[in-house]
């Protein structure tokens, strides 16, 4: 019984160790734009709004241009772009989550009651006897308590705005992800994929993005 014991909490955490390092990013996005279904050719140059590491920002802005691309855009780095997009991403507020985990060993299965009548047969007749008894279950495996531990998460924010010649608005979208991770750089490349799953979306329909980190 031990090592069936042994066994099955074995199995257990090594399935949640598998599952917490699936890497993973959830996003809430929300999108409002003025933007055809696909661009025609358009040119875009890329922006920082605020001041980040050259290097950190231009490859976020490579991947924000690759999405723009697959758009239907072209993109320019003079200052007669037909769009001009504006790029930022920051951390916010930190606070810690109490959680609990599952205590896993053997419980009580309980006793399992019978009663029941026995008939002999005799050479002057037949007599009924009553028997009643008890059965001792065998333990089985269940929850016996809770673990509490405690866990810090973070929330990441990317902001992206596309403006056209003229200075006007033509699409603003944002992404909020909140994880135990503190490193942007881990997180906002799925961020930008988030907001740009079914690019440029419905306006003013905020969905609920799940990406794959790489």
């Given at each position: 019984?031990?090592?069936?014991?042994?066994l099955?909490v074995?199995?257990l955490?090594?399935?949640?160790g598998?599952c917490?390092?699936?890497?993973?990013?959830?996003?809430d996005v929300?999108?409002?734009?003025?933007l055809p279904p696909?661009?025609n050719g358009?040119?875009?140059?890329i922006?920082a709004?605020g001041?980040?590491?050259?290097?950190?920002?231009?490859?976020y802005?490579s991947?924000?241009?690759?999405?723009?691309?697959?758009?239907?855009w072209a993109?320019?780095g003079g200052a007669?772009?037909?769009y001009m997009?504006?790029l930022?991403?920051?951390r916010g507020?930190?606070?810690?989550i109490?959680?609990s985990t599952?205590i896993?060993?053997p419980v009580?299965?309980g006793?399992?009651?019978?009663?029941?009548t026995?008939?002999?047969h005799?050479?002057?007749?037949?007599?009924?006897?009553?028997?009643s008894?008890?059965t001792y279950n065998?333990p089985a495996?269940?929850?016996?308590?809770?673990?509490?531990y405690s866990?810090?998460?973070?929330d990441r924010?990317?902001?992206?705005?596309i403006?056209?010649?003229r200075?006007?608005?033509?699409?603003e979208g944002?992404?909020?992800?909140?994880?135990?991770?503190?490193?942007?750089?881990a997180?906002i490349?799925a961020?930008i994929d988030?907001v740009?799953?079914g690019?440029p979306?419905?306006s003013?329909s905020?969905?609920?993005?799940?990406?794959?980190?790489r």
């Amino acid at each position: 019984m031990k090592s069936l014991f042994k066994l099955c909490v074995l199995a257990l955490f090594t399935l949640l160790g598998a599952c917490s390092t699936i890497p993973r990013v959830e996003s809430d996005v929300s999108r409002f734009h003025k933007l055809p279904p696909r661009g025609n050719g358009q040119t875009f140059a890329i922006e920082a709004a605020g001041d980040y590491p050259e290097l950190e920002f231009a490859t976020y802005a490579s991947r924000v241009a690759a999405y723009l691309q697959t758009y239907g855009w072209a993109r320019s780095g003079g200052a007669r772009a037909d769009y001009m997009v504006r790029l930022s991403y920051r951390r916010g507020a930190s606070r810690q989550i109490l959680d609990s985990t599952p205590i896993i060993g053997p419980v009580d299965s309980g006793v399992s009651y019978h009663v029941g009548t026995v008939t002999t047969h005799k050479h002057n007749g037949h007599r009924h006897d009553v028997y009643s008894g008890a059965t001792y279950n065998s333990p089985a495996l269940g929850v016996v308590g809770a673990q509490p531990y405690s866990y810090t998460v973070h929330d990441r924010h990317l902001d992206l705005e596309i403006r056209d010649r003229r200075g006007r608005s033509v699409f603003e979208g944002r992404a909020t992800s909140t994880g135990p991770n503190p490193e942007l750089s881990a997180v906002i490349p799925a961020m930008i994929d988030a907001v740009f799953t079914g690019f440029p979306g419905e306006s003013g329909s905020p969905v609920h993005v799940v990406v794959k980190s790489r």
